[in-house]
């Protein structure tokens, strides 16, 4: 009997020899707890037990948590962190609590959060991230929280939130989120139909306002009137000239991405070619195809040059520019993007016999198709074969060349000069 006395005097011993010194361990109604709050500590401590269950680190001076911060305490079901000065939350500081059923991270300077981390805390029930400074939160930040009950947001810097943010968090009976700066645009209006439709309690509602647009500001979400919003949609087609624009001698192929949604989409091309992938934020030129101040370009006049309007220009198209173009259009509401596959042939060479049959072979089955500026255009959208045959800019020697050959030509054939044959490829 005394010598069991004394070996749980020697565990007891150990365990609070394991508590960081600042701190205080000890049990209570079951929950083992490590109370490290009002310590001005400007860490996170090491040496705690690992049967903590409860950590409280509040009213601290933690400016930041790092990856692995409670890799110790695998058994959390709380952790407070609140009335510090944490900055950020590093990938990897929270991934290991699967097993945390409350956080309270309110009242910090959090700029840089770790979202993925949430995607392992599945057991959570309470997030407090009120009275911080994050400014955006990813569409699937909350995925795997559909225990949580309670999410507290509100005095942050939120301008906007993605639709179905809160759509995986099915247990949700409490959220708030107002005092947030607002951008009420067509972003936000799903939102605001989610507001007043949900089960979920969002107290203080008359604090959920716009900041901005100016004329909107101050305005209470709920009484929003309606935005004439749409989804982006785009058409890409071929033009073969480019207005306001100045080309220079030589083949140009244009390129033209029809864009329509509201708000105006932002416009970015997407090139793959023989020798790699070409990304391009749209526009990269002015009207003159000049490069833009702070775009990178290996001349005054890029490769590709993107227009304001939607055009894309190849001077000098060749082999080496061939390949796949795509343009993508994207506004708050989402995205849309079309294709074509460009190839170029020469005059008498197999790809023109080769596409000249297709060609014929569309009238031979009663798909006829027209000609407008150069271009041969399908008769319907089941026909996604476009054949255009342009010519290059000719001096007098190029000249006398095609009148030369110009008998010689394929008859059922648009060829205008020295021609060169593009076989577009709509991808739907």
Same mark, same amino acid.
């Given at each position: 009997?005394?010598?069991?006395?004394?070996?749980?005097?020697?565990?007891?011993?150990?365990?609070?020899?394991?508590?960081?010194?600042?701190?205080?361990?000890? =049990?209570?109604?079951?929950?083992?707890?490590?109370?490290?709050a009002y310590r001005d500590?400007?860490?996170?401590?090491?040496?705690?037990?690992?049967?903590?269950?409860?950590?409280?680190?509040?009213?601290?001076?933690?400016?930041?948590?790092?990856?692995?911060?409670? @890799?110790?305490?695998?058994?959390?079901?709380?952790?407070?962190?609140?009335?510090?000065?944490?900055?950020?939350?590093?990938?990897?500081?929270?991934?290991?609590?699967?097993? $945390?059923?409350?956080?309270?991270?309110?009242?910090?300077?959090?700029?840089?959060?770790?979202?993925?981390?949430?995607?392992?805390?599945?057991?959570?029930?309470?997030?407090?991230?009120?009275?911080? =400074?994050?400014?955006?939160?990813?569409?699937?930040?909350?995925?795997?929280?559909?225990? &949580?009950?309670?999410?507290?947001?509100?005095?942050?810097?939120?301008?906007?939130?993605?639709?179905?943010?809160?759509? #995986?968090?099915?247990?949700?009976?409490?959220?708030?989120?107002?005092?947030?700066?607002?951008?009420?645009?067509?972003?936000?209006?799903?939102?605001?139909?989610?507001?007043?439709?949900?089960?979920?309690?969002?107290?203080?509602?008359?604090?959920?306002?716009?900041?901005?647009?100016?004329? $909107?500001?101050?305005?209470?979400?709920?009484? &929003?009137?309606?935005? #004439?919003?749409?989804?982006?949609?785009?058409?890409?087609?071929?033009?073969?000239?480019?207005? !306001?624009?100045?080309?220079?001698?030589?083949?140009?192929?244009?390129?033209?991405?029809?864009?329509?949604?509201?708000p105006a989409p932002q416009?970015?091309?997407?090139?793959?070619?023989?020798?790699?992938?070409?990304?391009?934020?749209?526009?990269?030129?002015?009207?003159?195809?000049?490069?833009? #101040?702070?775009?990178?370009?290996?001349?005054?006049?890029?490769?590709?040059?993107?227009?304001?309007? !939607?055009?894309?220009?190849?001077?000098?198209?060749?082999?080496?520019?061939?390949?796949?173009?795509?343009? &993508?259009?994207?506004?708050?509401?989402?995205?849309?993007?079309?294709?074509?596959?460009?190839?170029?042939?020469?005059?008498?060479?197999?790809?023109?016999?080769?596409?000249? @049959? @297709?060609?014929?072979?569309?009238?031979?089955? !009663?798909?006829?198709?027209?000609?407008?500026?150069?271009?041969?255009?399908?008769?319907?959208? =089941?026909?996604?074969?476009?054949?255009?045959?342009?010519?290059?800019?000719?001096?007098?020697?190029?000249?006398?060349?095609?009148?030369?050959?110009?008998?010689?030509?394929?008859?059922?054939?648009?060829?205008?000069?020295?021609?060169?044959?593009?076989?577009?490829?709509?991808?739907?």
């Amino acid at each position: 009997m005394q010598e069991l006395r004394l070996l749980c005097l020697v565990v007891l011993v150990g365990l609070a020899r394991a508590c960081p010194e600042p701190c205080e361990c000890g =049990e209570k109604y079951g929950f083992h707890i490590a109370d490290c709050a009002y310590r001005d500590l400007k860490a996170v401590p090491s040496g705690f037990p690992a049967n903590v269950t409860t950590l409280s680190l509040s009213a601290n001076q933690l400016s930041s948590l790092p990856g692995g911060a409670f @890799r110790e305490v695998p058994r959390l079901q709380s952790l407070w962190l609140a009335h510090n000065e944490i900055r950020s939350v590093a990938a990897g500081a929270l991934a290991s609590l699967s097993q $945390l059923k409350s956080l309270d991270l309110s009242h910090n300077l959090i700029s840089e959060f770790a979202w993925s981390d949430l995607h392992s805390l599945s057991a959570l029930q309470l997030l407090k991230m009120d009275s911080n =400074e994050l400014t955006f939160i990813p569409r699937d930040a909350f995925r795997s929280l559909r225990a &949580l009950r309670s999410l507290q947001l509100n005095h942050n810097r939120l301008h906007t939130l993605a639709e179905g943010t809160f759509a #995986p968090l099915t247990a949700l009976s409490h959220l708030q989120i107002n005092d947030n700066p607002f951008d009420c645009t067509c972003g936000i209006v799903w939102f605001k139909t989610w507001a007043l439709t949900t089960a979920v309690s969002i107290p203080e509602q008359d604090n959920i306002t716009c900041t901005s647009p100016h004329v $909107l500001k101050g305005t209470r979400l709920n009484r &929003l009137l309606p935005l #004439p919003c749409s989804a982006p949609s785009v058409q890409l087609t071929y033009q073969p000239s480019q207005d !306001g624009a100045e080309l220079r001698p030589g083949f140009v192929l244009a390129l033209h991405c029809d864009v329509d949604g509201q708000p105006a989409p932002q416009l970015h091309w997407h090139i793959q070619t023989p020798g790699g992938t070409v990304e391009i934020a749209s526009p990269n030129v002015g009207a003159d195809g000049r490069a833009l #101040p702070g775009v990178l370009a290996a001349s005054s006049r890029p490769r590709f040059q993107a227009f304001a309007n !939607g055009s894309l220009l190849i001077p000098d198209f060749g082999k080496l520019e061939e390949g796949t173009y795509s343009c &993508l259009a994207t506004n708050e509401l989402g995205s849309a993007e079309s294709s074509v596959n460009v190839a170029l042939a020469t005059p008498g060479e197999g790809g023109e016999d080769m596409l000249g @049959r @297709r060609f014929r072979g569309k009238a031979a089955e !009663g798909k006829v198709c027209y000609t407008v500026d150069n271009e041969v255009q399908p008769s319907g959208p =089941e026909d996604n074969v476009v054949i255009i045959y342009l010519s290059r800019a000719r001096g007098p020697e190029a000249a006398a060349t095609a009148e030369g050959v110009s008998g010689k030509q394929p008859p059922g054939l648009l060829l205008l000069g020295q021609s060169l044959l593009l076989l577009f490829l709509a991808s739907f």
